[in-house]
């Protein structure tokens, strides 16, 4: 299994879907949203994936973070499922599917298996 770590992040691909889990991070800006997209698409190697991402342990995302990640974040993403656990958070990603207005399929969810499913459908 494809596999890689770095400061912010963890990620794999598993049934053809790539595994985003963000580490503890206080505040996601712009400096390290663009490090995660950058290592992203080194990692996905010009292939094309609908992603889980799993923001458990993220706090807080800057507007210019919330921007860059709903266009250039979203290259070679096919779709997004985004997983969250503090309403605080809830609030944040719905702000951000309904503003920002993701230009891939983006959609909340509170259980993995149910975003997993969800994925199925845009996988190449």
């Known amino acids: 299994m494809k596999f890689r770590e770095n400061e912010y992040t963890t990620m794999f691909v598993e049934n053809g879907i790539l ?4 580490k503890e991070v206080d ?3 712009l400096n ?3 490090i995660c997209v950058s290592e992203r698409l080194e990692f996905s190697e010009n292939n ?3 992603c889980l991402v799993d923001s458990a342990k ?3 995302i800057t507007k210019e ?3 860059y990640f709903a266009k250039e974040g979203n290259e ?3 779709a997004n499922a985004i997983l969250v656990r503090s309403s605080v958070f809830k609030m944040i990603v719905n702000f951000f599917i309904q503003i920002n207005k993701p230009a891939k399929p983006t959609k ?6 149910q975003a997993l499913l969800w994925l199925e459908q845009f996988k190449n």
């Open 19 to 22: 595994h985003f889990y963000y």
């Open 27 to 29: 505040v996601i800006d």
């Open 32 to 34: 390290v949203a663009k």
């Open 48 to 50: 094309e994936y609908p």
């Open 58 to 60: 993220t706090h807080n």
């Open 65 to 67: 973070a919330r921007d």
């Open 76 to 78: 070679l993403i096919t």
């Open 108 to 113: 909340m969810f509170t259980n993995k298996d």
